[in-house]
């Protein structure tokens, strides 16, 4: 049998694998996330850079520079603290792996010793007494019995001690081995961040020049601003007299005799309303491939921070020659021709509306019954910046709703 001696000897180091099994778990589990986060932002920056790259540095253009430089350096502070805090969870995980190897190196030392001096003992005994002789001095059949089963036990016993300190060396090497690996890695994210620190100096250098380059000519900013602010006005006010046309019409051909400021919904249109109502969150982007550039809401002028402005939809990028797509299915209610503008499609979903604008062709016709993906409009290209940016806005009844909280991981 075992010796309790041995099994108090035995215990801490059972006890300290078990121990370790939970944290370790946890680590990996956090470092697995920053690493999708960090994987998230490196791809961000790529499709900023293929995607918000100001291709001619001309008159009226420089604005548009500075707000994805802006943005650029956003999300590049954002990768140093993933980064950061990266290295802050290895340089964790290394120092309790170190604490770890010491705490096995002595355990597995003690084992060792343990070991070493039973096989002396065994030895010394065997050469003392034989074992014939230790059977045969049994009093009665039944103790020399129990010396045969003591002489198998101790035999399996020194043989499983053998094995588990291999087993236990082994543990010990990998243990090492993770370590040499999570050193290396701190290694390689300390030189990434410096990197990445040096990049940002640049885009940080770059955008204190465009700053400067604006604010000399502050009169041509000012009206290039007064000028996007009218033409975006403009357009909210065409969308949104569209849909109130399109809900005066829904309701006269209903019956309704009175006026509304509501859709009067068919069963159908109820069920699709339901449908989109509980879809909310999940419904897909307005466009296969992309990324968020303006947000919904009040956002403060990239010049004077003092200054706010609203945008009342989002403005998404994409790659030339992208199409606008139907976020649900529903029913093209009007296809939009703004005088010196581009072309928009609106789509209704039950009492809900869904609005693609800057488009330089459309492929849909009003009265056009879509699905969910369907190819709404090729979007237009600017000509200067080389850009290819989607305006979306999404509507209940006329009152406006921000897209962000409807479609998915637009952030």
Known sequence: MLSKQFLYKLFPLVALVFMGLSPTLAQTKAQKALEDKKNNLEQEIKDMNRLLLVKKKERGTVVESLENSLKKIKIREQLIRVNNQQANLLSAQISSNEREINRQKKTLARLKADYAQMIQKSFLHSSQENRLLFLLSSKSFYMGYK???????????????????????????EKTRVLSSQRKAKQKLVSSNRVEKDLLL???????????????????????????QKEAQALERRIEKLIKEAIAAA?????????????????????????????????????????????????????????????????????????????????????????????????????????????????????????????????????????????????????????????????
């Open 251 to 411: 309701n006269k051909k209903s019956g309704l005799k009175k006026e509304g400021a509501s859709f009067v919904l068919t069963p159908e249109a109820k069920r699709v309303a339901t449908n989109f109502t509980a879809n909310k969150g999940k419904l897909v982007w307005p466009l296969e491939k992309g990324l968020l550039k303006r947000g919904y809401g009040v956002y403060t002028d990239p010049v004077y921070p003092g200054i706010k402005h609203q945008n009342n939809g989002v403005s998404l990028a994409t790659e030339s020659g992208a199409f606008a797509r139907a976020i649900f299915e529903g029913e093209v209610i009007a296809i939009m021709a703004v005088p010196g503008g581009n072309l928009g499609v609106q789509v209704k979903h039950g009492n809900y509306i869904s609005t693609y604008y800057n488009l330089s062709k459309v492929s849909v016709q009003k009265g056009d019954l879509v699905k969910e993906k369907d190819p709404l409009g090729q979007i237009a290209t600017n000509g200067i910046t080389g850009q290819t940016l989607l305006k979306f806005y999404l509507y209940q009844n006329a009152t406006r709703l921000n897209p962000q909280e409807w479609v998915y991981n637009m952030k």
């Open 147 to 173: 010396r045969l089963q003591y002489l198998k036990q101790y035999r399996q016993y020194r043989k499983k001690q053998g094995l588990e300190i291999g087993e236990k060396t082994k543990e010990l090497e």
């Open 202 to 228: 640049k885009e940080k250098q770059a955008k204190d020049q465009l700053l400067a380059n604006i604010k000399r000519n502050e009169r041509q900013y000012a009206a290039s601003i007064k000028k996007k």
